[in-house]
């Protein structure tokens, strides 16, 4: 069927009104790319528009150079891969009992835990307990309080209940499996898009933490990434390398444009894995919006 | 008889065995922490513990709303919400209906991953390269006022720019991640309505308005329940990263009075009950909604 006149009209305004989205979605992160590759005069005097300027590595060499970003990554990747295996196990822990209609007093057990997302002790109460426990200052401060997120549990309880046939759970303890390997054997083999969203989020809420760092952590040693970023991107404590006052004022530049190279630095990894995970998002948010 | 009474109370202490771990830190994560408030009516001691310490009853309260400082700061964290909703709550709706308008999959799926990148970039990034993007010197916005005959306008240095720059930042960040809910709600609406209403001689912005709203619209109403019952809520992080000396009055929100009293002066118990209070402003908010959509809308969430 030929379109008429006015869907074509239509079809351009929304083809036009996108191109305009993708503009201002896609700019200020093209932006970001072609600054960390430019010559810092040519980004700090307003050089720059669709290509680098200058074309060159040393903001990346800069960003390599700095022992304090070392050692934020290698704190940030300890902690999202310790905190995500944890998430992970403690997430399914509670969402598969749950999810159970055999399990005790579950109306109960599952009040008590959505209850948490409306209402809770705040801040204070809350960093009162890490401390008691002993656990600030410690790596443990950076995983153990965030172990669990309710929505996410909710959302992997919603999976089992809603995508996993209760038949073939009954089937699996017919054949004389036990709970565990229901669990092991049955139940999460079959949940893996659910189980790649939650990694996802997961991970991802480990590698931007900062409010937990901020709060819990004194020890240099021991910052992630993020704060590393926030003391050089928003406080300027870069500390200029080397002590040769001649060279002070380039590295004094390289160090503005060195912003724009640690941005990158800081967001590829978690960029690296979307693809990937990408294809589960709807079916996953989907899921999650179904109320439990 | 027995013997299978026996096997199922066995694989239902496996299901109570696999809950524990959860059990436990769900008490002492957020429930110890519930019984932790009493703090906000007293005079916390350490050595003493929280039952130990005097009662001081509601002098924190008190200290709290006799400040027109803090009166500011309520102001601040209710308009800073009231300003995200207002303009940022219809742009993921207007995305997703954009997104289901367009024509050619290829383009659609490049712009639909393209809008969700932002959610994943964290807040101290977006913070630094708002920071890098509005200065007064170098930033590239300013340097584009420049061009055009404009004076460059110090965005994070004023309280006049802080919730613009605060709200249109999320928007750029969250819009395209939110509105993945709408896309779907979109989806799932029967493609015989279009039909139906493109015999009838509807062009598409007739079928827009009369086919694609009202079939998400009790996904809008859901989530803007939901938004509304958050008033209170808004993130620590941003606004604590984009604070600065001369942006100050429009930055400050409860949250960040309650960290900086809190954890950095020590003053656990007016902090705590500055939280409290915030606390129960949003559980107040959400019960009152969810029941006013139970009774208007038939949609709630319990």
Same mark, same amino acid.
């Given at each position: 069927?030929?379109?008429?006149?006015?869907?074509?009209?239509?079809?351009?305004?929304?083809?036009?009104?996108?191109?305009?989205?993708?503009?201002?979605?896609?700019?200020?992160?093209?932006?970001?790319?072609?600054?960390?590759?430019?010559?810092?005069?040519?980004?700090?005097?307003?050089?720059?528009?669709?290509?680098?300027?200058?074309?060159?590595?040393?903001?990346?060499?800069?960003?390599?150079?700095?022992?304090?970003?070392?050692?934020?990554?290698?704190?940030?990747?300890?902690?999202?891969?310790?905190?995500?295996?944890?998430?992970?196990?403690?997430?399914?822990?509670?969402?598969f009992?749950?999810s159970r209609?055999d399990?005790?007093?579950?109306?109960?057990?599952?009040?008590?835990?959505?209850?948490?997302?409306?209402?809770?002790?705040?801040?204070?109460?809350?960093?009162?307990?890490?401390?008691?426990?002993?656990?600030?200052?410690?790596?443990?401060?950076?995983?153990?309080?965030?172990?669990?997120?309710?929505?996410?549990?909710? *959302?992997?309880?919603?999976?089992f209940?809603?995508?996993i046939p209760g038949e073939l759970q009954e089937a699996a303890s017919i054949d004389g499996c036990s709970h565990f390997q229901t669990l092991i054997h049955v139940v999460l083999p079959l949940?893996?898009?659910?189980?790649?969203?939650?990694?996802?989020?997961?991970?991802?809420?480990?590698?931007?933490?900062?409010?937990?760092?901020?709060?819990?952590?004194?020890?240099?040693?021991?910052?992630?990434?993020?704060? *590393?970023?926030?003391?050089?991107?928003?406080?300027?404590?870069?500390?200029?390398?080397?002590?040769?006052?001649?060279?002070?004022?380039?590295?004094?530049?390289?160090?503005?444009?060195?912003?724009?190279?640690?941005?990158?630095?800081?967001?590829?990894?978690?960029?690296?894995?979307?693809?990937?995970?990408?294809?589960?998002?709807?079916?996953?948010?989907?899921?999650?919006? *179904?109320?439990? | 008889?027995?013997?299978?009474?026996?096997?199922?109370?066995?694989s239902?202490?496996q299901l /109570?065995?696999?809950?524990?771990?959860?059990?436990?830190?769900?008490?002492?994560?957020?429930?110890?922490?519930?019984?932790?408030?009493?703090?906000?009516? #007293?005079?916390?001691?350490?050595?003493?513990?929280?039952?130990?310490?005097?009662?001081?009853?509601? #002098?924190?309260?008190?200290?709290?709303?006799?400040?027109?400082?803090?009166?500011?700061?309520?102001?601040?964290?209710?308009?800073?919400? +009231?300003?995200?909703?207002?303009?940022?709550?219809?742009?993921?709706?207007?995305?997703?209906?954009?997104?289901?308008?367009?024509?050619?999959?290829?383009?659609?799926?490049?712009?639909?991953? !393209?809008?969700?990148?932002?959610?994943?970039?964290?807040?101290?990034?977006?913070?630094?390269?708002?920071?890098?993007?509005?200065?007064? $010197?170098?930033?590239?916005?300013?340097?584009? +006022?420049?061009?055009?005959?404009?004076?460059? /306008?110090?965005?994070?240095?004023?309280?006049?720019?802080?919730?613009?720059?605060?709200?249109?930042?999320?928007?750029? $960040?969250?819009?395209?991640?939110?509105?993945?809910?709408?896309?779907?709600?979109?989806?799932?609406?029967?493609?015989?309505?279009?039909?139906?209403?493109? /015999?009838?001689?509807?062009?598409? !912005?007739? #079928?827009?308005?009369?086919?694609? !709203?009202?079939?998400?619209?009790?996904?809008?109403?859901?989530?803007? /329940? !939901?938004?509304?019952?958050?008033?209170?809520?808004?993130?620590?992080?941003?606004?604590?990263?984009?604070?600065?000396?001369?942006?100050?009055?429009?930055?400050?929100?409860?949250?960040?009075?309650?960290?900086?009293?809190?954890?950095? $002066?020590?003053?656990?118990?007016?902090?705590?009950?500055?939280?409290?209070?915030?606390?129960?402003?949003?559980?107040?908010?959400?019960?009152?909604?969810? #029941?006013?959509?139970?009774?208007?809308?038939?949609?709630?969430?319990?």
């Open positions: 069927m030929k379109k008429s006149l006015n869907d074509r009209i239509f079809d351009y305004v929304i083809v036009f009104i996108s191109v305009l989205i993708m503009i201002m979605v896609a700019y200020p992160l093209y932006f970001v790319i072609i600054a960390s590759f430019s010559k810092p005069e040519a980004v700090l005097s307003g050089q720059l528009t669709f290509l680098p300027v200058g074309f060159n590595v040393k903001s990346y060499q800069m960003v390599f150079q700095e022992p304090q970003i070392w050692i934020g990554y290698r704190n940030t990747l300890i902690y999202t891969g310790l905190g995500t295996v944890i998430n992970l196990l403690l997430t399914t822990l509670c969402a009992p749950l209609k399990m005790p007093y579950r109306t109960l057990l599952t009040f008590l835990v959505s209850f948490t997302m409306l209402f809770g002790g705040g801040m204070i109460p809350v960093y009162l307990v890490v401390k008691n426990l002993g656990i600030t200052d410690s790596i443990w401060a950076m995983v153990i309080p965030n172990a669990l997120n309710t929505y996410n549990m909710l *959302v992997m309880k919603n999976y209940q809603t995508s949940s893996k898009p659910i189980l790649a969203v939650i990694t996802l989020f997961y991970a991802v809420q480990h590698w931007n933490a900062f409010f937990n760092a901020i709060i819990y952590l004194r020890n240099e040693k021991l910052y992630p990434l993020q704060i *590393v970023l926030r003391e050089i991107l928003l406080q300027n404590s870069l500390e200029a390398v080397g002590g040769d006052m001649t060279g002070m004022y380039e590295k004094v530049m390289q160090g503005e444009t060195m912003k724009y190279a640690l941005i990158i630095v800081a967001s590829v990894p978690i960029l690296i894995f979307y693809p990937f995970v990408q294809k589960y998002f709807t079916k996953g948010i989907m899921v999650g919006a *179904v109320k439990g | 008889m027995k013997k299978s009474f026996r096997k199922r109370f066995f239902k202490w /109570i065995v696999m809950f524990l771990i959860p059990f436990i830190w769900y008490i002492v994560f957020c429930y110890v922490p519930m019984y932790g408030i009493q703090l906000a009516f #007293r005079n916390y001691n350490p050595r003493l513990g929280y039952l130990g310490s005097p009662w001081v009853g509601l #002098r924190y309260f008190k200290q709290f709303f006799s400040s027109y400082y803090n009166i500011d700061i309520i102001w601040n964290t209710v308009s800073i919400s +009231l300003y995200s909703i207002i303009f940022g709550f219809p742009i993921p709706i207007l995305l997703a209906i954009i997104l289901n308008e367009l024509p050619g999959v290829h383009f659609k799926k490049v712009l639909q991953n !393209l809008t969700y990148v932002p959610h994943f970039i964290s807040v101290v990034v977006l913070c630094g390269m708002l920071y890098l993007f509005l200065s007064p $010197q170098y930033g590239v916005l300013n340097t584009f +006022l420049n061009f055009l005959g404009f004076e460059s /306008i110090g965005f994070l240095e004023s309280n006049k720019y802080f919730k613009a720059v605060y709200v249109l930042s999320d928007i750029w $960040q969250e819009s395209g991640w939110n509105s993945v809910i709408y896309i779907a709600a979109l989806a799932g609406i029967d493609p015989e309505l279009y039909e139906a209403a493109k /015999i009838d001689g509807a062009g598409r !912005l007739k #079928r827009i308005i009369h086919v694609s !709203l009202p079939g998400i619209a009790p996904t809008i109403v859901t989530l803007l /329940i !939901l938004r509304i019952g958050q008033v209170m809520t808004i993130g620590f992080e941003k606004a604590y990263l984009l604070q600065n000396n001369l942006n100050i009055r429009s930055s400050e929100i409860i949250s960040t009075l309650v960290y900086k009293q809190g954890i950095l $002066q020590g003053s656990y118990g007016y902090a705590t009950a500055v939280g409290l209070f915030n606390s129960v402003i949003n559980l107040a908010l959400i019960i009152l909604t969810n #029941r006013i959509c139970k009774k208007y809308f038939e949609i709630s969430l319990w």
